[in-house]
């Protein structure tokens, strides 16, 4: 099936037709892909509530689809994908995938719980390692971790003596 692409500096945007390519949609969504639907007329429109997502009803007036494919190309930026881990300890974002060791999973698993956001260093030494470990123990795991993700675009940032943070790359940071 193809689709329709509009791409800017920033970001690309598929553009759908709604609702012959409705099985795209939650595929995007998992992807954190913007997507702009095209609805037919006297079709109803999607019942979605994702950020990354507009609908025009055809016919559009072309002003009107490139205002919206202009906001929707600059949304990615300020909703991150949040990965997800799987019972087998396949880590997942924006469709690529890595496995990780048990050790790595149960402290990717934490930091996504809280993806974007501060995770104290001694939650993650009483939830990662129950039985204890050391400062420089979870230093060296977090720094192993951080290398394995990157790959998927992933990164972990150490906040000197409060925690971590797991986040997206920057661009700066590829």
């Known amino acids: 099936m193809s689709h329709l692409l509009w791409s800017t500096q920033s970001r690309d945007v598929v553009v759908l037709r709604w609702p012959e390519q409705a099985d795209d949609v ?20 999607p019942d979605h509530d994702s950020c990354l997502q507009d609908w025009v009803r055809l016919p559009a007036d072309d002003a009107d689809v490139r205002v919206r ?24 974002h924006r469709g ?4 990780l060791s048990p050790l790595d999973q ?8 809280h993806f974007g956001d501060l995770v104290a260093e001694d ?13 420089q123990a979870v230093r060296v795991q977090v720094s192993r971790l951080r290398r394995r993700i990157a790959e998927v675009g992933l990164t972990i940032t150490c906040m000197r003596n409060l925690g971590y943070v797991m986040h997206e790359r ?5």
Do not use: C, M, N, Y
């Open 170 to 174: 920057s661009s700066a940071e590829t």
């Open 26 to 45: 939650d595929r995007l969504d998992r992807l954190g892909v913007p997507r702009l639907l095209l609805v037919e007329p006297g079709v109803a429109p």
């Open 106 to 113: 149960r402290l990717a698993e934490l930091l996504i719980s």
């Open 69 to 92: 494919l202009r906001a929707l190309s600059h949304r990615p930026a300020h909703h991150p994908v949040v990965p997800s881990i799987d019972t087998v300890g396949q880590l997942s």
């Open 123 to 135: 939650e993650i030494r009483g939830k990662v390692w129950p039985d204890g470990t050391t400062t």
């Open 96 to 99: 690529q995938t890595l496995f």
